[in-house]
């Protein structure tokens, strides 16, 4: 999995799972022992109640952690909710957990497609930070407004899954966060979930307010989500072989329809086989 040459600037990937994800997280961990040439390490991030489900799957050179102690270096000590905002808080506080500077965030329903190191997100010295993804433009004008710039602004469209954070980066964001809002990171955050996402929040601060940001901003076909329910199969399975992302989103469970194993195992092997082409 590793890479025998460290990268000058390794990379880490962290992946906030939890009890119902845990069927897509192994699909994932297998693609990840298979395709994953990074210098860095692994880290699994669960809440308390599902560490004995993942304790028996999760690979012994991964680093399983908990939500409460990622959270306990920012000075938190009251147990946060599993839930879809408290996943995105995670993600971010994640920087005071990992062992290197830079960390890819990892959407557990992500399939890896080929083999990939740093150098995939590598340009120009820096790290890509995805952009002109305006599908969730709602949040990037939240997330100007809760950073507190003129929500008219210029809208970057941060891509909404599975970006490198800088974790000095997020040290800055958290400490911007407190002086404009004057306690606890944590607490604003949690308490205010409908006023921001995770990778809008971030890419805001770097490029309007950070300014000197250690990324390169580019737009990347490398990243795809798919909802099998919402799209004609032959089809999308045509254009994927045409664009082949590295990384592509399988939606198991939707608030509207789930897709059985079988469904969801019969649906990830032909997106493999396009692969294998």
Known sequence: MSNSQAH???????????????YTFMRLQQDIRRHSRLSGKVYVVV?????????????????????????????????????????????LLAAGTVANEQYLVVDANTLINYDFNENHFFRDGRYIYAVNDLTDKEWDVQARRFLRLDPDGILFG????????????????????????????????SSRPDDWTEFKLYGYYCRCILRQTGHYFQQTGDVT?????????????????????????????????QLSEEEYDEFVSQIKRIYER
């Open 158 to 189: 941060f891509r909404s899954t599975n970006q490198i954070f800088i974790k000095s980066h997020v040290f800055r964001l958290i400490a911007h966060v407190e002086k404009l809002y004057g306690c606890n990171a944590v607490e604003t955050l």
């Open 225 to 257: 989500s798919i909802n099998k329910i919402n799209v004609d199969v032959p089809s999308y399975l045509a254009w994927l072989s045409f664009t082949r992302p590295l990384m592509i989103k399988v939606y198991k469970h939707r608030p509207t329809h």
């Open 8 to 22: 000058e600037k390794p990379l880490d990937i962290v992946i906030k799972t939890r009890a119902k994800d845990l």
């Open 47 to 91: 809440q308390r109640r599902d560490l004995g489900a993942y304790e028996k799957v999760v690979d012994p050179d991964f680093v399983l952690t908990t939500m409460s102690q990622v959270v306990e270096p920012f000075g938190y000590r009251e147990c946060l909710p599993d839930t879809w905002s408290t996943q995105q808080l995670i993600k």
